[in-house]
Nanobody, 130 residues
Framework: QEQLVESGGGSVQAGGSLRLSCEVSKELYSRRFIAWFRQFPGKEREGVANIWTGTGNHQDAINYAAAVKGRFTISLDSVKNTVYLQMDSLKPEDTAVYYC???????????????????WGQGTQVTVSS
């Protein structure tokens, strides 16, 4: 069954850290970009980071949104089929619901746009207080 399950959200003070986890089903994990998105109240989801799960020359290809580059780190554990988002130096403006997503199709589709993604987790709330 194709599914993604997030965990690790919560509340933290500004400057703190959280790590989100996304357990990806075997059907979705191979040779596909897995991404993290976030959604602010009343706004469309925006891409945060993504990572390539395939092997070969493109192994561990990673992209970040400008707003999080240098503070967030995406990584994967191919034994556990899990993608992580380590979030450091958190700011109140990072408060959002965070979603894990898989690209609609297998292969090299690196764009961090909603239209590229067809499989979504249930979301996990991250709240950063000042």
């Amino acid at each position: 069954q194709e599914q993604l399950v997030e965990s690790g959200g919560g509340s933290v003070q500004a400057g703190g850290s959280l790590r989100l986890s996304c357990e990806v089903s075997k059907e979705l994990y191979s040779r596909r970009f897995i991404a993290w998105f976030r959604q602010f109240p009343g706004k469309e989801r925006e891409g945060v980071a993504n990572i390539w799960t395939g092997t070969g020359n493109h192994q561990d290809a990673i992209n970040y949104a400008a707003a999080v580059k240098g503070r967030f780190t995406i990584s994967l554990d191919s034994v556990k089929n899990t993608v992580y988002l380590q979030m450091d130096s958190l700011k109140p403006e990072d408060t959002a619901v965070y979603y894990c997503a898989a690209a609609k199709v297998m292969g090299w589709v690196p764009g961090l746009s909603i239209n590229n993604h067809g499989f979504w987790g249930q979301g996990t709330q991250v709240t950063v207080s000042s």
